[in-house]
């Protein structure tokens, strides 16, 4: 489990038989090369229209009856680890359906060697239950993907929308089977964004721009969909934060912008890719920036560089030495990333966030950092994220 000292804090995967274990390793399962259309252009709710901009009333119970058919309950025979329970929606009229690795692997009990279900079954909301089959998973972003026969169950895929433009504040709503209860709705706001959250990969890597909600969230809703007050679906449902293990009102979302690109890939090749630079760093903040005179008031401080990383190939510079500024322990004498490409860089989670879902391994990209007081441009060779 993943837990914070100071707070007694456990950040839990809300999955029923999936422990709350954090920050396990591996790679990714196996795919297949087909062709699946993920459903953007369906229909809002009819009471929901037109589009959020227009400050259109939230109605959950038109969003329940227009989106609750697509959402289906998932159990996943684990083998030792025993039976895990959750929650999927169907993107494709093929039959693909979303979830999370962690429902359909045993990623959440596991360190090494995590592997998928050795047969996992799909309920509908009707009460019929089918087989479906791993087409693959990846941890990092925790999303895993089956599928189950057309022909064996009508299908009423959801529209994926963007969590690109989430706000704060903005009502949800999620669908998804807690504790085993079917169908369960249940609703609140966008908490925030931009919330980084543990990974189950290996290597102590962080999903960015996770949607934290107040919307309960509790074991076997894991790998439910979250949708906004149009229906569309922008975010999956994945872990939650309590003292006592079940929800306490703060709740996190995979951002579905993720999710998609990992669903993209997963389907193309079997396999995702991120790209690797091989550095830490820490937030640059106007105070810092003053107490320090690091010539900039935001971006990332380069606090380690990782041998033999991309990073290190490049020449970029890790810090030297830790100095305190108002009880945080900051690391300086190495590089201040300014921007990356055409992209200004405010905070550590920029860097992660632009590597994690912008950028490709192989790709070469100029980072702006002030070293000093001069301000240079070094290109660097992304390179392919390792398998911890």
Same mark, same amino acid.
Request: glycine fraction near 6%; aromatic fraction near 6%; proline fraction near 3%.
């Given at each position: 489990m993943g837990r914070s000292a100071a707070a007694g804090l456990v950040v839990v995967a809300a999955a029923i038989g999936a422990a709350a274990a954090l920050l396990v390793g591996a790679a990714v399962g196996i795919g297949e090369d087909t062709t699946t259309v993920v459903e953007s252009t369906v229909a809002a709710p009819a009471a929901t229209s037109p589009a959020r901009a227009s400050g259109a009333a939230f109605d959950p119970e038109a969003l329940y009856r227009a989106r609750a058919a697509g959402v289906v309950t998932?159990? %996943?025979n684990l083998g030792i680890e025993g039976m895990a329970q959750g929650s999927g929606f169907v993107v494709g009229r093929d039959g693909v359906v979303l979830t999370?690795?962690?429902?359909?692997?045993? *990623? %959440?009990?596991?360190r090494t060697n995590v592997r998928g279900a050795q047969a996992v079954y799909v309920e509908f909301a009707d009460g019929e239950r089918i087989r479906a089959r791993v087409v693959g998973w990846d941890?990092?972003?925790d999303v895993g993907v089956i599928r189950v026969s057309p022909s064996d169950h009508e299908l009423a895929p959801v529209p994926l929308g963007t969590s690109a433009t989430v706000a704060v504040g903005e009502p949800v709503a999620a669908i998804g089977s807690p504790f085993g209860k079917q169908s369960s709705l249940t609703v609140g706001v966008v908490s925030a964004t931009g919330r980084s959250i543990d990974s189950l990969a290996a290597g102590g890597f962080a999903v960015s721009n996770a949607i934290q909600t107040d919307a309960p969230i509790n074991r076997g809703n894991s790998g439910g969909p979250l949708f906004d007050r149009d229906g569309r679906v922008i975010g999956i449902n994945a872990q939650i934060e309590s003292t006592s293990g079940v929800n306490e009102g703060v709740g996190f979302a995979i951002p579905i912008d993720l999710a998609r690109r990992a669903l993209d890939?997963? =389907?193309?090749?079997?396999?995702?890719?991120y790209a690797y630079i091989g550095v830490s760093t820490q937030d640059v903040t106007p105070g810092i920036a003053a107490a320090f005179d690091l010539g *900039?008031?935001?971006g990332a401080l380069v606090t380690r560089v990782e041998t033999g990383s991309p990073a290190a190939a490049a020449g970029l510079r890790g810090g030297e030495r830790t100095e305190a500024f108002n009880g945080l322990d900051v690391t300086l004498g190495g590089d201040v990333v300014v921007a990356i490409g055409e992209t200004e860089i405010q905070g550590a989670d920029d860097v992660s966030r632009l590597v994690t879902t912008e =950028?490709?391994?192989?790709?070469?990209?100029t980072f702006t950092v002030l070293r000093g007081k001069r301000r240079v441009a070094i290109p660097v060779r992304l390179g392919d994220r390792p398998a911890r």
């Open positions: 998932i159990y %996943a999370n690795a962690h429902v359909i692997t045993n *990623a %959440a009990e596991a941890l990092f972003s890939q997963l =389907l193309r090749t079997g396999r995702v890719r *900039a008031q935001r =950028l490709m391994p192989g790709q070469t990209v």
